[in-house]
């Protein structure tokens, strides 16, 4: 599904390699978060979910001379945030601060 009736969001985007031998970039996009796969095990309510329908996230991950990281932040990023306590904060900029630091500490080690 590319697009989310609720909040009117659609997504599409366009990839082209560069100079390099392999696309080592990786987008997302999730027109409604609470479709997403990794958040199964959050045991989201009911109420929880029909507020999630409204959300979506779109991410660029770039690869800087590599696959790796741009591949593991997309398989576990929108899930990770969408799972953060702070996600439906007025403002998500904790949560956003949190994984963010979550994730480095994940690809550094």
Avoid at 85 to 96: I, M
């Amino acid at each position: 599904e590319l697009a989310n009736k609720k909040n009117g969001i659609a997504a599409a985007f366009n990839s082209e390699k560069g100079s390099r031998h392999t696309q080592e970039d990786r987008c997302v996009l999730l027109p409604n978060v609470a479709r997403m796969k990794g958040i199964e095990d959050a045991n989201f309510d009911k109420s929880k979910l029909d507020v999630l329908n409204n959300f979506s996230i779109a991410a660029m991950f770039d690869g800087h001379s590599g696959w790796r990281t741009s591949h593991f932040l997309s398989q576990h990023f929108p899930a990770a945030l969408v799972k953060h306590e702070k996600f439906l904060d007025k403002t998500c900029e904790a949560a956003l601060i949190d994984v963010c630091a979550a994730m480095d500490v994940q690809v550094s080690s």
